[in-house]
């Protein structure tokens, strides 16, 4: 097997089924159609999958066009195991309200800790200055 250097050696996982994680942390399975030298990726028969505990629900998504430096992980799916998972597959609006009841906890967590540090005497600035 040769090695390709860069975004080249994606050109052998044209046509396969893919698993792609973005930045913002969403999921992508579909399959890479093709790349460009940037590593910007069209997946076609795309899927969202979101996953909360030990459920998931996919949403279609069709043709979706990733820009490369939005790719954290990109992995070929196991065809062969794909439908062995040890997770609960659930429809689109019951996974869509564990996800939201899931951020809301997780926001509820981060004012407890902000409280907790504030009574400390730590006081963390969320502001974001652009100069």
């Known amino acids: 097997m040769n090695y390709l250097p860069g975004t080249a ?10 698993l792609v994680v973005l930045r913002d942390g969403r999921t992508l399975i579909g399959y890479l159609r093709t790349i460009d030298q940037f590593a910007n990726l069209v997946l076609h028969r795309t899927i969202e999958r979101i996953h909360v505990g030990k459920k998931y629900g996919d949403i279609p998504r069709g043709i979706f066009i990733v820009r ?29 309200e564990l996800q939201r009841e899931q951020q809301l906890e997780r926001e509820a967590e981060q004012e407890r800790k902000k409280k907790a540090m504030a009574e400390r005497g730590i006081h963390i600035d969320q502001t974001i200055d652009d100069f």
């Open 9 to 18: 050696s994606l050109v052998e996982e044209i046509d396969k089924k893919l």
């Open 68 to 96: 490369g430096e939005n790719v954290v992980l990109l992995g070929e799916v196991d065809l062969e195991n794909e439908h062995n998972l040890p997770l609960e597959q659930v429809n689109i609006d019951t996974i869509l």
